[in-house]
């Protein structure tokens, strides 16, 4: 089961609960073609990375990336802020909120992150922004295919 929207819905969950967040970005975040509400703002990007890896049994590993990018109409002197508060979002013991059966069983930041000289170059976001700060997670989750959405893993 495609669990991108689940994860994606945990993350914002997440987000509008975080104390450091909230009023360093006060445009949110923002998953789908949303306009901002003000700048800076973040957008939210799940995909799954590979098709799912079946272990012996009903369960299977799937692998989800998870980005998250924020603009801004200028560079910021809270750029730092913003960048340490969203490395901070998802730890390693966090455990999102899944459709079904699923389970997280791993987040781990992606080191390598977001390639920040092609998104600065690039003309992304909304209008003329610029890209101040970017996270890249991957998030393993695991599904048991037989169990309906009662079950557990």
């Not at 590993?61 to 490395?87: F, H, K, P, R």
């Amino acid at each position: 089961m495609n669990q991108t929207n689940a994860i994606a819905a945990s993350v914002t969950s997440l987000w509008r609960t975080n104390a450091a967040l909230t009023p360093l970005v006060p445009g949110g975040l923002l998953y789908g073609i949303l306009k901002p509400a003000a700048r800076p703002y973040a957008e939210l990007k799940v995909t799954m990375q590979g098709g799912p890896r079946f272990q012996s049994g009903p369960t299977y590993l799937q692998t989800y990336v998870v980005d998250i990018m924020v603009w801004a109409a200028n560079a910021l002197a809270s750029a730092a802020a913003i960048q340490d508060a969203l490395e901070s979002l998802l730890g390693t013991q966090t455990k999102l909120v899944m459709d079904g059966n699923a389970v997280t069983l791993a987040i781990m930041i992606d080191p390598a992150g977001i390639d920040e000289e092609a998104q600065r170059s690039a003309k992304g976001g909304i209008g003329q922004n610029v890209f101040i700060a970017g996270a890249r997670w991957r998030v393993q989750c695991a599904e048991d295919r037989h169990l309906g959405a009662a079950g557990t893993l």
